[in-house]
């Protein structure tokens, strides 16, 4: 049974860099053809699209409401995918999933969530 | 972007009753890719319903998903104890993927 499970940073100050490691287990992150990704929700509130990343890291498409603050990475070696949001508000503060994006199917399989709080 | 808005805001049934869940998309979604997600307080999402029609694995016969173009619902035919929570529609055919607000399905 595949598993994704979320780094926990907790807090991060505002105007500095969150970062969020997804480590897969129970399956390969690169034999699966799929594309790896984030989502987030704000407490008490919707889901919204970070963005996604091909297991080869060679493509990656992010939300432009986040206006170029994302940057994704993918570590085949460590069967892993990470999010970096630079200049961190309020804003960000959030429960951030990791999950994967097959082809055809969307998002089928999640983390449990990382609660990410922006505060100094 | 495509903007999805889900009605009711809040569905309030008993067990057993059936239940209607409305996404309407603000243009037509492409190849309607359209998905539908349960999420219960403290989990992740759970995919129920892609490509509009067609059920995930393991997911209860009961869920039905229909529609195409910009108008799309979600039907849970009887209300099982375990089916209230909110549900989100989504959809991933066009960059950026995008969500509804969510229905809360709640016990009457």
């Known amino acids: 049974q595949l598993q994704l499970q979320e780094s926990v940073p907790g807090l991060v100050k505002p105007s500095e860099t969150l970062s969020l490691t997804c480590t897969v287990s129970g399956g390969s992150i690169s034999n699966s053809g799929c594309s790896w990704g984030w989502i987030r929700q704000p407490p008490g509130k919707g889901l919204e699209w970070i963005g996604s990343?091909?297991?080869?890291?060679?493509?990656?498409y992010q939300n432009p409401s986040l206006r170029s603050r994302v940057t994704m990475s993918v570590d085949t070696s460590k069967n892993q995918f990470s999010l970096n949001i630079t200049s961190v508000t309020a804003a960000d503060t959030a429960v951030y999933y990791c999950a994967r994006d097959p082809p055809i199917i969307p998002w089928d399989y999640w983390g449990q969530g990382a609660l990410v709080t922006v505060s100094s | 972007e495509i903007v999805l808005t889900q009605s009711p805001g809040t569905l309030s049934l008993s067990p057993r009753e059936k239940a209607t869940l409305s996404c309407r998309a603000s243009?037509?979604?492409?190849?309607?890719?359209l998905a539908w997600y349960q999420q219960k307080p403290g989990q992740a999402p759970r995919l129920l319903i892609y490509g509009a029609s067609t059920r995930a694995t393991g997911i209860p016969d009961r869920f039905n998903g229909s529609g195409s173009g910009a108008d799309f619902s979600l039907t849970i035919s009887t209300l099982e104890p375990e089916d209230f929570a909110v549900y989100y529609c989504?959809?991933?055919?066009?960059?950026?993927?995008?969500f509804g607000q969510g229905t809360k399905v709640e016990v009457k």
């Open positions: 990343i091909y297991y080869t890291g060679s493509t990656y």
């Open positions: 243009q037509s979604v492409t190849s309607s890719r």
């Open positions: 989504q959809q991933y055919g066009r960059s950026p993927e995008t």
